[in-house]
């Protein structure tokens, strides 16, 4: 599911308690059928009849944005596209709407209710019973099914008979949750996949619907992650996919293409791809700061000191943010990283052409985008407040798909371990708690500390594969805060595993020895992480060659491998990693 923010018109709908009706909308319709007392909820009668098409309207679709989450990224893919957005108000917007995309953000529990309160669910009903065109997108897919197990069991609308329930990390070991770019299987026909094949789609979830006797008429495609799930439906006019056809490249714009254009189908299929599972990403990390003239530029260190070794010691300046992440977005890049390095001195929301950069960006990157730096509770000059959550939901807002987390994880895993308990106030806590935990990075800034014996410190110590500058075989990763200025007493390890007990749905691994040199990721500190604990680790700090991506990945079980310099300072192509990596026979998203 995509990250939740609170948005009119339905806000006030928006509760975090669980569904509150014991019927599903669609059931209760189909009950009232039965006693003949027709289709239409009286509180809706005049409205619950379905508009014929018009013509008019071509290109116009219509968006139910019931309040509970970020649609920028699907409202921007939809312009961008060619279309225009006409916003669901009343149920009756849903009835007179000649296409109507559903894009599913936050939780199950929390959407049934606004669903069931605002009577939207039995407009959908009614629409989607009409056969009228209709897209769900990832939780608009799950919300369809008779009831979901998040935080529940909870009823959904019952379009289609079935469960969701939560991935199980113990069958296959996969990692939850499900993120990155995995193949389909598709099996009865669904014209809006025609132009996928054997291409990789953008998945992020721990929830899925389970394919059974009683949906696979519905079942248009299934995607393998431990089992088979499904990864879409069809019938007639009504569509719903799991994964996200906005975060999807050109693939996925095709997928929306297809759905708001059926005529474009007559257009030349692209080429067939080879996917068949889950991808290794490769991802574009951008350190973002304001240099000493005031201009935001990607900048970026040797083992994290950004500023040159000339006279003038300015900060280095490598390009600009948007420009950039556009140029790493058409060259290939599976997901793209924004780091305000600042962050942790300067207060984000003042530093507003950080929100401008998410904003542009996110009008025509259509891969993942994910934000960090200052994220945390912070009062302004004036005495005003802002909780981490405004700080996350204003990211999210101008298009962030995740936040990332740095010096703030490591307060709340240093607090969490000393007291054994969970405060539930940590930013990482809250944040994970509102958004979903699949939205929340911790980044990770550790250095490498030699030992002697592993005896000589209470922290998870290694044998290293390359001894320390005194024979040391042995060394411990040591946390940092504040772009690493600060070292904590905490490590790696524990670091890690505290913050996926407080609701981390991924690590940002980097290393600050390696950062810059391009010698190669930390294998030993890749492998120590990615070994102990079952979300996604994205290994960073050091990628210097094409080799050193297909090292991390034979050697390590990292999801993702990131690198900045390189790409920054064109000396290796993100096509080239890819192209080195499908050599190894390690899949990659073409
Ligand atoms: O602590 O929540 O405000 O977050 C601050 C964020 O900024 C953290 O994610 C932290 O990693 C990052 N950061 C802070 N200072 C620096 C710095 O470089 N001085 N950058 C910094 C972190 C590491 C990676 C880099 C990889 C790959 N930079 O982002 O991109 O090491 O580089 P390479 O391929 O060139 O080796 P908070």
Known sequence: ????????????????????????????????????????????????????????????????????????????????????????????????????????????????????????????????????????????????????????????????????????????????????????????????????????????????????????????????????????????????????????????????????????????????????????????????????????????????????????????????????????????ADEISFLNITGFRDFPLGDLPMIQVLRYTSENVFVPLTVGGGIRDFTDATGRYYSSLEVAAEYFRSGADKISIGSDAVYAAEEFIKSGAKTGKSSLEQISRVYGNQAVVVSIDPRRVYVNDPDDVPYKVIKVTNPGPNGEEYAWYQCTVSGGREGRPIGAYELAKAVEELGAGEILLNCIDCDGQGKGFDTDLVKLISDSVGIPVIASSGAGTPEHFSEVFETTNASAALAAGIFHRKEVPIQSVKEHLLEKSIEVRM
């Open 1 to 332: 599911m995509e990250a939740a923010t609170l948005a009119a018109p339905f806000s006030s709908y928006v509760t975090s308690t669980q569904n509150s009706s014991s019927s599903s909308p669609c059931s209760l319709l189909l009950s009232r059928k039965k006693k003949n007392l027709g289709s239409v909820n009286l509180r809706f009668k005049s409205r619950l009849s379905v508009r014929a098409s018009s013509s008019t309207s071509d290109s116009v679709v219509t968006l139910l944005d019931y309040g509970a989450g970020n649609v920028r990224s699907i409202r921007n893919a939809l312009r961008h596209l060619g279309f225009s957005i006409k916003d669901v108000q009343t149920p009756g917007d849903i009835l007179n709407a000649d296409r109507l995309i559903f894009p599913g953000v936050g939780a199950f529990a929390p959407a049934m209710d606004v669903l069931n309160k605002t009577g939207m669910g039995e407009a959908l009903c009614t629409y989607i019973e009409n056969d009228r065109p209709f897209l769900g997108i990832c939780l608009g897919l799950q919300l369809l099914f008779d009831s979901s197990e998040e935080n529940g069991p909870v009823k959904g609308l019952g379009v289609i008979p079935g469960t969701v329930g939560r991935f199980d990390s113990s069958a296959g070991g996969i990692r939850v949750p499900h993120i990155g770019w995995n193949a389909l299987q598709v099996g009865n026909a669904s014209d809006i996949l025609d132009d996928v094949g054997n291409r990789h789609v953008y998945f992020v979830h721990s929830y899925r619907a389970i394919p059974s006797n009683e949906n696979k008429d519905w079942v248009s495609s299934t995607c393998h992650y431990g089992e088979s799930f499904i990864s879409s439906i069809r019938r007639g006019n009504v569509h719903a996919v799991q994964f996200h056809p906005e975060k999807s490249g050109e693939v996925g714009l095709s997928v929306l293409r297809r759905f708001l254009d059926p005529k474009s189908s007559s257009k030349q299929k692209p080429e067939e791809g080879k996917a068949s599972k889950l991808a290794k990403r490769v991802i574009a990390c951008l350190d973002v700061r304001t240099n000493d003239k005031g201009d935001l530029v990607v900048t970026k260190g040797d083992q994290y000191d950004v500023r040159e070794q000339s006279n003038e010691n300015e900060v280095r300046n490598l390009g600009k943010p948007v420009d950039l992440a556009r140029q790493y977005y058409k060259d290939g």
